[in-house]
């Protein structure tokens, strides 16, 4: 390695495009970690570095399996994750990497630390990689380069990749179109949750895990299983795969090689019936059409009139001064004469 380069290494700055490459490729998980801190940075050479990184590493990228685990704060996501990361690294001799992602939040702070601490076992296999991301007040749920993130992980050879995410309702939508299999995770106790999600989720589900079905709350477990089953069972389903209800203790690890099996055979049902392509297709016009409504927004905010008059216009819609609609309208006007 050139000396600059390590200088650059140990100023926790930048290195070369080769560098990056190279250590993608050979599963360095150091440089890996620094490809996707570079990859979710907003300064505009990162930007063009990390387009460049991409562009490189898209012939060796192979297809993975990604799974989305989803649910609400404290449900187990980390928990269980270790659990079956651990089967799935030491019982399958698989690869797996973990893009977990915090809401920002300052309760997140805990999470981060707690995310270490519950992966503990997984975090010290060398077949696992763990990546913590904010999600920097994206509502997806996502962090906003997570995509790019998987790209750099099956560039590196990680067969397995899973997504922690915490629900919040409307996050639902970005991870399954990222994922090839969403597992929500639930307690015992159904009630509001089972109401939330036939409100809204319950189409991107294909899979409930009922968490913590362990001691004294396990038969609480078997009922809120019958009870989501009864709601899943409703859904037509697609691709011949009708969504399953599992019970689990992460804690105890008990069921975790029947979930996978879950997986696998969604997988195989997906692949006989032509979905699972279908899925990743749509997943990527879903990816464009966010990546143009981001250029737009950076370009309509670039022009000079649309700076001026937003704080003020925003300030007015606070104070009810003026209806969204009618603000909306004259930016967008002062977008088209201002260009
Ligand atoms: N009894 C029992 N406790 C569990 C189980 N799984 C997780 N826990 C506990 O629940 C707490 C939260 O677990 P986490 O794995 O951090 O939950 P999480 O959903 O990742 O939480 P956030 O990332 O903060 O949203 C911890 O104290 C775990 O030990 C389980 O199967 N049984
Ligand atoms: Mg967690």
Redesign the pocket.
């Known amino acids: 390695m050139p000396s600059s380069a390590r200088t650059t290494r140990r100023l926790g700055a930048r290195l070369q495009l080769a560098e990056y490459v190279a250590g993608v490729l050979a599963a360095d998980r150091a440089i890996l970690s620094q490809a996707i801190t570079l990859i979710e940075s907003d300064l505009p050479a990162d930007a063009e570095l990390g387009m460049q990184l991409l562009e490189a590493l898209i012939p060796h990228i192979a297809k993975s399996r990604r799974l989305g685990i989803s ?12 659990a079956l990361g651990i089967h799935i690294t030491r019982g399958l001799g698989e690869r797996v990497a973990v893009l ?1 992602v ?1 809401p920002s939040s300052p ?2 702070r ?2 981060i630390l ?2 270490k601490t ?1 992966m503990a076992r997984l975090a010290a296999d060398e077949r696992a990689f763990i990546r913590p991301s904010p999600a920097a007040g994206q509502l997806g749920g996502v962090a906003p380069r997570t995509r790019e993130a998987i790209l750099l992980c099956e560039a590196a050879g990680y067969r397995n990749i899973f997504i ?1 995410t ?1 629900g919040v309702g409307q996050s639902e939508t970005t991870v399954h179109a990222i994922c090839d299999f969403f597992l929500l ?1 639930v307690l015992p106790g159904a009630g509001d949750e089972l109401q939330m999600i036939k409100r809204g989720i319950m189409e991107m589900i294909d899979g409930i895990v009922v ?5 004294d ?1 396990r038969a609480q477990a078997e009922r809120a299983r019958a009870e989501y089953a009864t709601a899943l069972h409703l859904l037509p389903g697609y691709g011949g795969w009708t969504p399953r209800v599992a019970l ?5 690890a008990t069921d975790i090689p029947e979930i996978w099996q879950m997986m696998l055979d969604h997988e195989a049902q997906l692949e006989s019936s032509g979905r699972s392509a279908e899925r990743r297709a749509l997943g990527n016009l879903q990816w464009m059409r966010e990546l143009i409504s981001g250029g737009l927004s950076e370009i309509f905010n670039s022009v000079p009139s649309i700076s001026e008059l937003t704080p003020q216009l925003e300030d007015d819609v606070r104070r009810g001064r003026i209806t969204p609609h009618a603000a909306s309208r004259r930016l967008l006007k002062a977008f088209q004469s201002g260009r």
Do not use: M, W
């Open positions: 649910g609400a704060p404290g449900v187990g996501k980390s928990t269980f994750i270790d977990s915090d309760i997140s805990g999470s707690g995310d519950r922690e915490v995770l968490n913590k079905a362990d001691g709350n689990c203790s992460s804690l105890e």
